[in-house]
């Protein structure tokens, strides 16, 4: 079954130590996109990537990196730098182009010790 | 700059009833996509409906439907003979084509309540 699968989906984490959060499709998406979201918020962008070997940050980009050598991954790292990481982690992927919605994968929650 | 506001964090509707969800947007794109999502308590992203910025028919899916008024740069959804079961948040998106590359964002959300 075609997907989006994200991994762990509970994560704790002791402050100062960087964390990567896994993020992997099989639809053959272009686009993928990573986003945090706080209790009782919406959903804010992190990163972004349309193409491998490309990304953009998104609106709070502080804190954290990503890459994307295969089109099928897209590695969030939660680094020290991160000042309040403890939030739920949403990674998405769609054609690409805007003309279709993005999926989401089911998240995973991070909580910092 | 590319901007989603929802201002209704919370709404009530009586089951069978219909509800608007209300969203505006603010881009300089001629280009773009508009999205509405629902998100129960589980926190999975369940995709509700699209509209082009092109689209001259409002879309609907079901018992959804996108109220698409372009001039005042709004995409309301309606939800019409509510069911317990939409109770849940409800998130308005926009994707701008070329001005910012494909970048995805989300309003702040309308959490519905729906009562029997």
């Known amino acids: 079954d075609g997907g989006i699968t994200q991994s762990p989906k509970y994560l704790f984490r002791k402050e100062g130590q960087n964390v990567t959060l896994s993020c992997e499709q099989n639809l053959n998406h272009d686009a993928m996109y990573w986003y945090r979201q706080d209790p009782g918020q919406g959903l804010r962008l992190i990163y972004y990537s349309q193409i491998v070997n490309d990304f953009q940050k998104g609106d709070i980009a502080e804190g954290y990196s990503v890459s994307r050598e295969k089109k099928e991954s897209f590695p969030l790292t939660v680094t020290s730098a991160q000042k309040n990481p403890t939030a739920f982690y949403l990674c998405?992927?769609?054609?690409?182009?805007?003309?279709?919605?993005?999926?989401f994968g089911q998240g995973t929650r991070l909580t910092v010790v | 700059a590319q901007k989603i506001t929802q201002t209704q964090p919370g709404m009530f509707v009586q089951e069978k009833e219909a509800v608007t969800l209300d969203c505006t947007y603010d881009?300089?794109?001629?280009?773009?996509?508009l999205f509405w999502y629902k998100q129960p308590s589980s926190g999975e992203m369940i995709f509700l409906i699209y509209?082009?910025?092109?689209?001259?028919q409002n879309a609907t899916e079901g018992r959804y439907s996108l109220n698409f008024q372009k001039a005042r740069k709004s995409a309301n959804l309606v939800i019409s003979a509510s069911q317990l079961g939409d109770s849940a948040m409800y998130f308005c998106a926009m994707i701008e084509i070329y001005n910012q590359g494909g970048k995805l964002i989300f309003g702040q959300g309308t959490e519905l309540s729906v009562k029997p």
């Open positions: 509209q082009g910025s092109y689209d001259e």
């Open positions: 998405a992927s769609s054609i690409g182009g805007g003309v279709t919605e993005a999926f």
């Open positions: 881009t300089s794109d001629q280009s773009y996509g």
